[in-house]
Each structure stands twice: as C-alpha cells, then as structure tokens.
C-alpha cells in the first residue's frame, strides 16, 4: 500500500475542506512513497490554494523517482488533480533528468500514472547531442520515445569531427532514442558538410554511446545539392563512417561547370 505524506499545515486545512471552499497555504509540500519506504514523488510550492478537486501552485518544483531516473519538474504555476495527481504546469516550464536532458516551454501536462508530457505549445529540448525545437509534443518523461509535432529544427553536432548537420521538417518528427532513430517527415531538409539533401522523408541513425551520426537515410523525391551541382534520386543513402553515399532509383545528376571550366565526363 503506498503511503501519502503530507505536512501538518496541509492535514489541518484539509480537514476544514467542507467548511470553506478554498484555504491558502505557504511552503506547500506534498510527497508520496513507495511501499519500500523510498520517494516515488514530491511536490513543493511557495504557495498554493486548495479547493475540493484541485490545488493551484505558485513557484512549482516536482521531483519524480524511478528505478533508472530521476527527473526534476519546474513552474512558475502549476495547478495539481488531487484525484489522479496529475499536474497541469505554466510559464518558464523547465524538466531535466539526472543525465541532463532537459526541456524548457511555456506549459506541459504532466500524467503522472502514465508517465507522459506533452504540450501544443513551442518546446526546446536537448539529449545527448541532439537538440530540438519544434511546437507541440507528446512523449514519455525520460523523453526516450517522443513525437515532435511540426515546424521542428534539429542540431546534431559531431564532436570528433568538429561539425554540425542540421535537419529541418514540416512534420511531425518521431525519436526513438533507445533504437537510435529520428524519423522526419514532409518538407525534409538536411544540411550536412557533405551537401543539402532535400526529401518527403528522411531516417537519421545514431549512436547514443559516441553520439555521433551513423547513416541518413532520404526518400522520396531526393534532391541533393553540393558544389552547385544537383543530384536527384528516389532514395538516398549517407553512411558517415565511409563517407559514402548510394542512390537508388534513377538516380540522375544535373553538373554546372563554372565559367571559363568544360565539363568533362569518364
């Protein structure tokens, strides 16, 4: 059986709940733990007013336990179901994880019970090497499974090589971390040292432990642009180890010479 723990000022004015409507309490806590005696959440705020099925929190800060995870929750407000204690948070939200992923927007529905975030409003999030900017989101707390929901810009930086891909979409883009996978969709465009790849659909592989690029892969209507050159295909392949990009069907390229220069062909 979980314990709920409470502080004695919050007993007290919950005991008085139906005889008046709302109380107001200062140093707001509310925690609650597992049946092994550790924390499994906490909830603190500089102030809070509590009615019958909801507490409004002003100056949030939320610590969630798991097995593998602990995650930090801020706000500047927050209004808390006392039924589910599932949190409703706005204004300078701030999530970060003991690994350091963290997320920052302007509102987010925590889901206590299911482990789930998401918000319709502009998101930034950075894990690992990646960072994200995009409006809306539906994920997971750990933020392992994620679906960004458009007008995304990611940033994948490459420290051995001391470079920078860039991938841009319409949307939605749908990360996978623990498989190391990022799905763009509709209006892709990737820049990368190696050229701007244009595509419906692109796949980018990586490596959570070296963080670093491992393939991308576009589909359809492939459009790659690199050195003033065009390069056109139904698929497109870039493996970042080899350096080595394969195009599937019919692949085409379209070369400018510079003035004054021939073309010249094998």
């Known amino acids: 059986m979980k314990l709920i723990i409470i502080t004695l000022c919050f007993v007290c ?23 092994d005696g550790s924390h499994d959440w906490e909830v603190k705020g500089d102030e ?12 949030m800060r939320a610590n969630y336990f798991l097995e593998s995870d602990d995650i930090s929750i801020t706000s500047d407000e927050a209004r808390l179901n006392k039924e589910n204690m ?5 204004k300078n939200v701030h999530v970060k ?6 997320l920052t927007t302007e509102s987010l529905n925590w889901q206590r019970e299911k482990n789930h975030i ?14 994200i900017t995009a409006q809306g989101l539906s994920a ?33 883009l749908e990360i996978e971390y623990s498989l190391g996978r990022a799905i763009f969709n509709d209006d892709v465009v990737v820049t990368h040292p190696q050229g701007k790849v244009f595509s419906d659909k692109t796949t980018l592989y990586f490596d959570t432990t070296q963080k670093k690029i491992v393939k991308i892969v576009s589909e359809g209507n492939v459009k790659i642009m690199r050195d003033g050159n065009e390069t056109y295909a139904e698929k497109a392949t870039y493996f970042d180890k080899d350096q080595k990009l394969v195009l599937e069907g019919r692949p085409r390229l379209i070369y400018f010479p510079k003035e004054g220069q021939e073309a010249k062909f094998p």
């Open 140 to 172: 997971d707390t750990q933020m392992e499974k994620a679906n960004f929901e458009k007008n995304v810009e990611v940033t994948f930086p490459d420290a051995e090589n001391k470079t920078v891909t860039t991938a841009t979409c319409s949307g939605p």
């Open 97 to 102: 994880n003991k690994d350091g992923a963290q």
């Open 86 to 90: 599932d949190v409703y948070l706005k």
């Open 118 to 131: 998401e918000t319709k409003d502009w998101v930034k999030t950075s894990k690992d090497a990646m960072e």
């Open 13 to 35: 004015l919950t005991l008085n709940i139906q005889a008046y409507s709302q109380q107001r309490i200062k140093d707001f806590y509310l925690s609650n733990c597992k049946e």
């Open 48 to 59: 809070a007013m509590i009615y019958d099925t909801y507490v409004d929190i002003n100056t």
